[in-house]
């Protein structure tokens, strides 16, 4: 492994290289050790292809726009909205209302005189338009990178149409592109707009027994239908996905849960604390990718309650769905044991999905986020000793109180006290590194030309990461999968999801189709040119 990381590094220029093997790591942690340090969460170094998206995908694509009933205006030129609309595949369920937005692309369509005069005025106008159009309960304003860049002040614009319709949410997000280093920043400022603006408004209870907020869920290719009919079967009543299928009213009744179950913490675990710190809502980390993973976090969300009709009722259903997962396992393992993966994604599905992997048998040979942070990788207790660096310090952290009238501790300091005695362990999640082998290639903020060499190397049977990587990872003849939109597959969550991955896996590694395929260039070598300098 140490020569593989020689080689990815050997081309690069000095500085460009002492950077890069700060980021990646051969592997050294193992489960009771403390992983060595690695370097995350920084600006990519100018020049190179990286895999990350922006701030604003983050904030509008990511966090906001998986729901439905906030009607989401993009300040700014046409693109930007265009490339966030619909490309995540974040599905919904409008239910009887029918109220969905999500298949419009609201923009305010920015022109170069906008940009000279200033782009506010447009922007009114398209918030009263929609509001005419559409009556919605919310609308949200995402501002660009030409927006922060001329000053126009969406937040003014915001409270001034506020308060002129009256019946309407409209707030706004300074996510400009360019912000943070990445998409992550992005999910910062949209969470902290949606817990100012929106959670704690709606003051009726909702009905049900073992109320919990499902935080950090997406919807992706379906995901969170199968994890909402799990936790159904089982009692459990999920008063509000952050954000996978939501609706405007779940944001607000959030603050009536008893417990945060959190999903992908990366994108949101600011989100539990404050909702602990100002409604006593406890959080544990739990995660829905891979059956056994599932069965795992529904027991502990279980023993979170502690009562016997809800244990009971959660091994009946663990008893039921598990062993039709366990029958497909046992068939695709006779030809998926000892095949190599490769994992490459935003944040937490990096980590995620290598347990979908380890059921099948499978090795991941190398993995890492586009965007993580360090306690993505080496676990929620280095957070203290986290640098805050300018580009952090950028995104603005809020200060949340009690609230003097919601707060209610769900559990007594005895209770939370047992619980930890028992080895329950709350606000707490491991990094990616403790999970994988000894040895394996740990990568951040991987790029398209380390991409293709790691490939090239190791040859993996299956490379998992995303729509820009997906053709050049083909064209080298392994068979890709894309773990954002799961290609036109999922869900992959839950036990059926589990199902469906276990045989989706199966036909891409059995099939060597894509070994057989040459590109166009290596059958026709007068395709390729050499540049010659004169
Ligand atoms: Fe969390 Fe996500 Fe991910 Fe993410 Fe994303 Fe995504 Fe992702 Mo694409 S919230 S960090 S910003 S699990 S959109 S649903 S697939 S990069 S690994
Ligand atoms: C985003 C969204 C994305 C992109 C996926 C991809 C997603 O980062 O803006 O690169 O294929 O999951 O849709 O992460």
Known sequence: PADIKEELLKKYPPKVARKRATQIMINEAQESETPSEIVANVRTIPGIITMRGCTYAGCKGVIMGPTRDI?????????????????RRNQTDAGETGENYMPYCFSTDMQDQDIIFGGEKKLAAAIEEAYDLFHPKGICV??????????????AVARKMKAKFGDCNVFAFSCEGYKGVSQ??????????VFTHLVGENQTPPAGEYKINLLGEYNIGGDGFEIDRVLKKCGITNIATFSGNSSYEQFASAQHADLSAVMCHRS???????????????WIKVNF?????????????????????????????????????????ADVKTRTTGKTAMLFVGGSRAHHYNELFQEMGMKTLSAGYEFGHRDDYEGREVIPSLTVDADSRNIEEIEVEADEKLYRARKTPEEIKALEDAGYKFKHYDGLNRDMDKGSIIID??????AEKLVELLKPDIFCAGIKE???????????KQLHSYDSGGPYAGFKGAVNFYKEIDRLVSSKVWSYMKAPWQQNPELTATFVWE
């Not at 920043?185 to 969470?191: S, T």
């Open 71 to 87: 009607l989401n205006i993009t300040h700014g030129p046409i693109g930007c909205g265009f490339y966030s609309w619909l490309t």
């Open 142 to 155: 995402f501002a660009t990178c030409p927006v922060g860049l001329i000053g126009d002040d969406i937040h």
């Open 184 to 193: 992550s920043a992005g999910h910062h400022i949209a969470n902290n707009q």
């Open 268 to 282: 949101i675990n600011y989100v539990a604390d404050m909702l602990e710190t100002k409604y006593g809502i406890p």
């Open 289 to 329: 990718i891979g059956a056994g993973a599932t069965a795992k976090s529904l027991r502990k969300i279980g023993q979170y309650f502690g009562d016997k009709a809800l244990v009971d009722r959660i091994e009946a259903v663990i008893a039921e769905e598990l062993p039709v997962v366990e029958a497909v396992a």
């Open 445 to 450: 903020d991987l790029n398209q030309y380390e």
């Open 470 to 480: 997906k053709f050049s990872i083909q064209k080298l003849g392994v068979p890709m």
